[in-house]
Structures are given as structure tokens and as C-alpha cells.
Antibody, heavy 118, light 112 residues
Framework: QITLKESGPTLVNPKQTLTLTCTFS??????????VGWIRQPPGQALEWLAT???????LYSPSLRSRLTITKDASKNQVVLTMTNLDPVDTATYFC??????????WGQGTLVTVSS | DIVMTQSPVSLPVTPGEPASISCMSS???????????LEWYLQKPGQSPQVLIY???NRASGVPDRFSGSTSGTHFTLNISRVEAEDVGVYYC?????????FGQGTKVEIK
């Protein structure tokens, strides 16, 4: 049974750095065919893909956010970490991590709401 | 970026009746392996998204067979043969052929 859960701060000050952790179980992130991605959703708005890391260390980023994002994996801890720098109120959103295999995000975490405000 | 345009924005449906949602991509999503890299997700109220269709027309595991996906060039359609009350929520298409992967703006399905 595959599960994922996001964790991190719920409130971040503008210009600070956000670190989100996705802790997963039920699969191993060590092969190229498996990946974990991050997707966010501002309140009442559509989904936005941010980044994906594959088990073979291949990493994909949204070009518009590339300078601010870093995605890393720790397969031994079953974790994927997303770091986003220089936060702005427009980054307020629910952040989801999701398991990806066979060209789809088939399992999702519950999401974590991050509010950027002073 | 590949732009994904969904229609309609809102879709009132009657249980037992069919429904369809359109998604148009600004570029071809056809990979050289012959598959369209197009996915459909449903986000039920208060829940995380769940996959319905991948690679254009493949139904994901556990998805009822009343859901189907079809393709005509850059026009993709999600069909529901007979809507049930549990199908309400926001439907999103997403392309994963080209970085950045992009979602449509969503189609809200609600019961009439």
C-alpha cells in the first residue's frame, strides 16, 4: 500500500525559505521508472506542477520557478524534500507530493497548506 | 509552455446521463513512442486529486469503466457514460510531454 504525507511549516514570512518533506511508504525510490513529484494549488485555483525527482536521480523542474526550487531524495529515509527560496504571498498554496509511475501521478498525499505572510 | 484549455468551466449534470469534458493542447502531445502524454485527474471536494486516465486513453487502476478518454489530434475528451453523484468535483487534464508539465484550468462538475 503506497502512502505519502507532506510536512513542513504552515506559516512562512515573505522572503524566507520553505522546506517541505514528503515521507512515503510502500515503494522504493531507487529505480528510474518511479518518481515523486510536487504539485501546488493556490486557494480556489488550479493545480501547478513544480518538480519531479526520479529514482535514478533525474530531476525535472518548472522553468519559471527553477531558480528558487531544489528537489532532493533520500531513499534510505523514504523522503523527498522540496526547498523553495524567497517566498512571496503568491506562493500561498496547498502543496502536494505524489508518486508517479507509468506516466501518471497515481498516489497523492493529503497536501499541506502553506501561508506566506508577515 | 504547452497551454491546456478545458471546456466547459462548469458542467451541471444529471445522474444517469452521459457527460463529456474537453481539453485542447496548444501543441501535439504525441510522443515518438506512439502515446499521447495526457492525463485526467478528478479532485473531489476537500480531497487530493486522483488519477482517472493516463496516456490519453488508459483507465487507471480502480477507476470505474464509465470513465473513458479519447483523442483527436490535440483535442482530448473525458467521457462519463452515466454520471453518478460521487463523480462531482473538479476535473483537470495535464500534459507531461514537455517541461513544464501543465494542467488545464479545471472543469467543475456538479449535480443539477
Amino acid at each position: 500500500q503506497i502512502t505519502l504525507k507532506e510536512s513542513g511549516p504552515t506559516l512562512v514570512n515573505p522572503k524566507q525559505t520553505l522546506t517541505l518533506t514528503c515521507t512515503f511508504s510502500g515503494f522504493s525510490l531507487t529505480t528510474g521508472g518511479v518518481a515523486v513529484g510536487w504539485i501546488r494549488q493556490p486557494p480556489g485555483q488550479a493545480l501547478e506542477w513544480l518538480a519531479t525527482v526520479y529514482g535514478n536521480e533525474n530531476k525535472l523542474y518548472s522553468p519559471s520557478l527553477r531558480s528558487r526550487l531544489t528537489i532532493t531524495k533520500d531513499a534510505s529515509k523514504n523522503q523527498v524534500v522540496l526547498t523553495m527560496t524567497n517566498l512571496d504571498p503568491v506562493d500561498t498554496a496547498t502543496y502536494f507530493c505524489a508518486h508517479r509511475r507509468t506516466s501518471n501521478f497515481d498516489f497523492w498525499g493529503q497536501g499541506t497548506l502553506v501561508t506566506v505572510s508577515s | 509552455d504547452i497551454v491546456m484549455t478545458q471546456s466547459p468551466v462548469s458542467l451541471p449534470v444529471t445522474p444517469g446521463e452521459p457527460a463529456s469534458i474537453s481539453c485542447m493542447s496548444s501543441q501535439s502531445l504525441l510522443h515518438n513512442n506512439g502515446y499521447n502524454f495526457l492525463e485526467w485527474y478528478l479532485q473531489k471536494p476537500g480531497q487530493s486529486p486522483q488519477v482517472l486516465i493516463y496516456l490519453g486513453s488508459n483507465r487507471a487502476s480502480g477507476v470505474p469503466d464509465r470513465f473513458s478518454g479519447s483523442t483527436s489530434g490535440t483535442h482530448f475528451t473525458l467521457n462519463i457514460s452515466r454520471v453518478e453523484a460521487e463523480d462531482v468535483g473538479v476535473y483537470y487534464c495535464m500534459q507531461s510531454l514537455q517541461i513544464p508539465w501543465t494542467f488545464g484550468q479545471g472543469t467543475k462538475v456538479e449535480i443539477k
